[in-house]
């Protein structure tokens, strides 16, 4: 997993997330955070969203849907706040979204532990080489890597099939994923499909011709921008 940033934003991208790699947000309770320095989120929220359509109807928002004391939130909610992220083009970035639970290759997911093929299993369990049981906080390399980290329920992207006034959710304490009501106030993790940081290829200097992760406007400012172009093309 490699740091980087994003108009000003720090990300963290997982470069062995499927294809094009997968852009996490560095503050796993980027929510709270939000709220806590912007007391009118909620209302833009559902302003922008007023109603969640899901495989049962529609939900509309309300304010006690949210929580912004501890970040939680209904499944709705969360769902809302990832299209108000790509709103405002959070980080550049157009495709937030909250992460999955399917297995590899897009399989179903399933419940109980060592599920580590869905998005924030391979989080838990390969990024910080966690152990099942473990607290995620636990993890040296991802409390290195990630703010606001927590041991508690993340929402998932994903619908439950059998019964789709719930969906999926990945506990940080145990490991463990299965299902939950939707109107239950969980935490939210935004990622986004493939690398949204600013990025150009180095000619040297990179182990496995990994991508070099650079913030372009800092490099504007240190007056360094037109020789580096120079010397990458």
């Known amino acids: 997993m490699l740091s980087c940033r994003s108009q000003r934003v720090n990300l963290v991208y997982d470069i062995d997330a499927g294809l094009d790699g997968l852009t996490w947000t560095a503050d796993a309770d980027l929510f709270q955070t939000q709220c806590r320095f912007d007391d009118t989120i909620v209302t833009r929220i559902i302003n922008l969203t007023p109603v969640v359509t899901d495989a049962v109807g529609a939900h509309c928002l309300v304010p006690e849907d949210f929580d912004p004391l501890s970040g939680a939130m209904t499944w709705w909610a969360a769902q809302a706040w990832t299209t108000w992220l790509n709103h405002i083009g959070f980080a550049g970035g157009k495709s937030w979204r909250l992460c999955s639970a399917a297995g590899c290759t897009g399989r179903s997911p399933r419940s109980g532990r060592h599920v580590n093929c869905s998005e924030i299993g391979r989080l838990y369990y390969g990024g910080g080489n966690s152990q099942q049981g473990f607290r995620i906080t636990r993890s040296r390399r991802l409390k290195r890597t990630f703010t606001n980290l ?54 040297s200097g990179l182990r496995g011709g990994l991508a070099e992760l650079l913030d372009l406007q800092e490099l504007a400012t240190a007056h360094v921008w037109p020789a580096f172009r120079q010397a990458n093309g």
Do not use: M
């Open 150 to 203: 927590q041991d508690e329920l993340y929402w998932t992207a994903s619908e439950y099939r059998a019964n789709p006034q719930g969906a999926w959710q990945f506990c940080c304490r145990t490991g463990t994923q299965y299902f939950a009501p939707k109107q239950r106030k969980r935490l939210a993790w935004a990622v986004h499909p493939g690398l949204i940081a600013d990025t150009r290829r180095s000619s």
